[in-house]
C-alpha cells in the first residue's frame, strides 16, 4: 500500500489544507446543529434541561473521546486520509438518522453514533497537516483548519435555524448529513497521506511507535497533562456556551428562532474566525521567540474573557448584548492554533496522530462530556431559586473554568521548552 501511495503525486499542501477544512466544517455542523434545534427538538420529544444537556454532551463525547486513540493509531500505522473519509461517511450518516428520532433513547443513540464517526477525524487531520506544513508555519496551519469550528457551527445554527424555522427540525438533519456524505468520495479523491519517511542508516521506512510507547512518552511530559487539563477546562465553558446560548437567546431575550440563529451565527463567523486567525498568528510570531508563549497567550486570552463575558451574559438588551460576547467569543478560539501545534511537537511526527488523539480525549471527554451536561444540569439546580433566569446565572457562575485553564496554561509555559520535539531533518 505504502509504495502505491507513493508513486503518486503528492498532493498541493493547500488542496490538503483546504479539504480538511471542508470536512471539519462538516464536523461542527453536525455537531452545532443540535444547539439551534434544541428548543423544538425539546418541545417536540418532551426533553428537560438535563436530557438535551446529555444529549450535546456525554451522548456525543464518550465515545468520540475514547475511541479516537485506537483510531489514531490505527491512522498513523496504516492511512490517515482513508480513515478520515471512512469517519466522515458514517458521522454523516448518523446525524441524518437524528431526524428520524421519536423520542429520547432513539435520537440519544443517534448522537452516540455521531460520536463514535468523529472519533476518527479530528487527530489524523492534525498529523496529516503537520506532515504538510513546516514548524514555523503550523500553528497558522493549525489555526486556518480550526476555522472549521467557528465557520461549521455557523453554517449549523443559520442552515438549522432556517431549515426548522421554515420546514422541520427533521428535515435540518437529513440535509446536512446527507450532504456530508456526497462530500466524502471528492475528499478521499483529492487528499493523500505523504509518503513515510525513510530511515537514512537503514533505507527503511521509519515505524510508527505502538500506542503505549506514545503513551507513556506523554505521560512523562508535565507540559502535555497541563496543555491537556487546561484546554479541557477551558472547552467545558467554550461548548457549554456555544451548546446553551441559543436557548439563553430565546428565554432571556426573547428571540426566535431565525432571530437566534442570525445572532448566533454572526457571532461565531465574526468572533470565532478573528480568534482563531489571530490565535494562529500570534502563536507562531511568539513562538519562535519563546516555546513557552504556546501556552501563556491562550492563558492570557482566558483570563480577559471572564469578565467580558460576564457582561454579555448579565446585559438586558440583545443588541448591546451582542457586542459584549463578540470580544470573548474571539478569546475564547485563541488556544486553538499555538496549544495545537504545541501538542504536535511533544512526539516524533510518526506519531502526531496518537499523541493527538491522547490530547482530545482528555479535552473532549471532559470539556465536550462534562461541560453542556454541567450548565443545564446546573440550570435544572438553580431553577428554584432563580425560575426563567436559572440558565442565565449557570453560565455566569460556569465562568471560574476559565480560571482554572488560564493557571493551568501558564504553568505548561515552563514545560514546554523542555519538552518539545524538534522537526526531522
Known amino acids: 500500500m505504502t509504495s502505491a501511495i507513493s508513486a503518486r503525486p503528492t498532493p498541493q499542501p493547500k488542496t490538503v489544507l483546504a479539504m480538511l477544512l471542508v470536512v471539519y466544517i462538516f464536523n461542527f455542523v453536525d455537531r452545532q446543529i443540535l444547539a439551534i434545534l434544541a428548543a423544538p427538538i425539546q418541545a417536540d420529544l418532551n426533553l428537560s434541561d438535563g436530557e438535551l444537556g446529555l444529549l450535546g454532551g456525554i451522548a456525543f463525547a464518550l465515545l468520540y473521546s475514547t475511541l479516537a486513540v485506537p483510531l489514531a493509531a490505527l491512522a498513523d500505522r496504516t492511512n490517515r486520509s482513508w480513515v478520515i473519509t471512512c469517519s466522515?461517511?458514517?458521522?454523516?450518516?448518523f446525524t441524518a438518522i437524528c431526524g428520524l428520532a421519536q423520542g429520547f433513547w432513539h435520537i440519544f443513540l443517534a448522537r452516540v453514533g455521531v460520536g463514535i464517526g468523529e472519533a476518527g477525524g479530528v487527530a489524523p487531520s492534525y498529523a496529516l497537516i503537520s506532515d504538510y506544513f513546516p514548524s514555523e508555519r503550523r500553528a497558522w496551519a493549525l489555526s486556518i483548519y480550526s476555522l472549521g469550528i467557528p465557520l461549521g457551527s455557523a453554517v449549523g445554527v443559520l442552515a438549522g435555524g432556517y431549515i426548522a424555522a421554515t420546514v422541520d427540525w427533521r428535515i435540518a438533519f437529513f440535509v446536512v448529513g446527507l450532504a456530508g456524505v456526497a462530500v466524502a468520495p471528492i475528499f478521499k479523491l483529492l487528499v493523500r497521506d505523504k509518503p513515510r519517511k525513510i530511515a537514512k542508516d537503514t533505507e527503511e521506512e521509519i515505524r510508527t511507535p505502538a500506542l503505549m510507547v506514545t503513551a507513556r512518552l506523554l505521560a512523562r511530559k508535565p507540559s502535555f497533562w497541563l496543555l491537556s487539563f487546561g484546554a479541557a477546562f477551558s472547552s467545558m465553558l467554550g461548548y457549554g456556551i456555544a451548546f446553551w446560548l441559543p436557548s439563553l437567546l430565546q428565554r432571556t431575550f426573547k428571540l426566535n428562532l431565525i432571530e437566534t440563529s442570525q445572532f448566533f451565527g454572526a457571532l461565531l463567523l465574526i468572533g470565532g474566525v478573528a480568534g482563531v486567525l489571530g490565535g494562529g498568528w500570534?502563536?507562531?510570531?511568539l513562538g519562535r521567540r519563546d516555546k513557552a508563549?504556546?501556552?501563556?497567550?491562550?492563558?492570557?486570552?482566558f483570563l480577559a474573557g471572564i469578565p467580558l463575558f460576564a457582561a454579555g451574559i448579565m446585559s438586558s438588551e440583545a443588541k448591546f448584548a451582542f457586542f459584549l460576547f463578540l470580544v470573548p467569543q474571539a478569546l475564547a478560539y485563541v488556544w486553538l492554533g499555538p496549544v495545537l501545534s504545541a501538542v504536535q511537537h511533544l512526539v516524533e511526527p510518526s506519531?502526531?496522530?496518537?499523541?493527538?488523539?491522547?490530547?482530545?480525549?482528555?479535552?473532549?471527554?471532559?470539556?465536550?462530556?462534562g461541560g453542556i451536561f454541567a450548565l443545564g444540569a446546573l440550570s435544572d439546580a438553580l431553577t428554584p431559586i432563580y425560575q426563567d433566569e436559572a440558565l442565565r446565572y449557570s453560565m455566569l457562575y460556569s465562568l471560574m473554568l476559565y480560571g482554572i485553564a488560564a493557571f493551568l496554561m501558564l504553568l505548561a509555559g515552563r514545560y514546554l521548552r523542555h519538552d518539545w520535539v524538534l522537526d526531522e531533518q
Open 293 to 301: 508563549f504556546y501556552a501563556y497567550l491562550p492563558s492570557a486570552a
Open 351 to 369: 506519531a502526531r496522530s496518537t499523541a493527538s488523539a491522547l490530547f482530545l480525549l482528555i479535552n473532549n471527554l471532559i470539556g465536550l462530556g
Open 88 to 93: 466522515l461517511v458514517m458521522w454523516s450518516g
Open 282 to 285: 500570534m502563536g507562531d510570531r
